[in-house]
């Protein structure tokens, strides 16, 4: 399944607060298990209910699902979609010279969904600087 609006009218406004609050987010994962001069590695546990802040991708990276669940996802553009997830499920993203992705990921299932990602730190962006 995977559903796709474009309309920030629909967004609730905890949603659209979390957009301006985040804009510049590097948290892309709940828990910052690993890193090097080469990788971040990343940890993320969204339970029923829970959603990420808005966060923004600027280096190259994969994740993958580990559980199974069904997400939301709120994007910069207006864009909401909705995602099925597997075990295994995995999506790598490249983006070039000044490129980034903005997003959150809301759980809108009834089972926990929990996520590996791995950001390469030689990517054509630099990384940005976390946050606490």
Sequence with gaps: MNNITENFDTWPEAVKSDLEKNEFNP????????????????????????????HRHVLNYFWTCHTEGHARSYFEDGRVAEM????????????????????????????PLTFTTVEFKDSPNAALPLQD
């Design 84 to 111: 099925r997830y597997a075990p295994g499920d995995t999506k790598h993203m490249d983006y070039a010279e000044g490129e980034y992705l903005l997003h959150c990921l809301e759980n809108i299932g009834t089972t």
């Design 27 to 54: 948290n892309v994962g709940s828990d910052l298990v690993s890193e090097t001069d080469r990788v971040r590695v990343w940890h993320l546990v969204l339970n029923p209910g829970e959603r990420t802040p808005f």
